[in-house]
């Protein structure tokens, strides 16, 4: 089975960074990363939530392995847009909210009134 090691290493080899690279950013030892790796030791809760954020991952991904009910397209869909730019958030955003199949105001009104 898959653990916190295993989906640690290939979540940095899907990514543009080394393990020497993701420990300096997170201001760690080569060696302490390489712990991790191997599951010789395990982050703090700080230090999960930075890999998670540096290599765009959920940490419920990384700590049980499990993503939240998102599908695979969902899950394609948030990692494009959370490496665009700001404006380009943006731009998305406003053209989903154009794509709805029922407005965001029509939902609101709904529960408003029942």
Not at 15 to 34: C, G, P, R, V, W
Not at 47 to 54: E, G, H, P, R, Y
Request: aromatic fraction near 8%.
């Amino acid at each position: 089975m898959e653990g916190f090691g295993q989906r640690l290493k290939e979540s940095i080899k899907k990514s543009d960074f080394t393990q020497k690279e993701l420990a300096k950013m997170i201001n760690i030892s080569e060696d302490s990363m390489s712990l991790y790796v191997k599951e010789k030791k395990f982050p703090d809760v700080q230090k999960v939530f930075a890999i998670c954020n540096l290599l765009h991952i959920e940490p419920n991904y990384l700590i049980i392995g499990k993503n939240s009910d998102l599908t695979k397209e969902e899950e394609q869909l948030l990692r494009y847009y959370r490496n665009c730019t700001q404006d380009n958030q943006t731009i998305i955003l406003n053209a989903a909210k154009g794509m709805q199949k029922e407005p965001e105001s029509s939902k609101s009104l709904g529960s408003k009134i029942g």
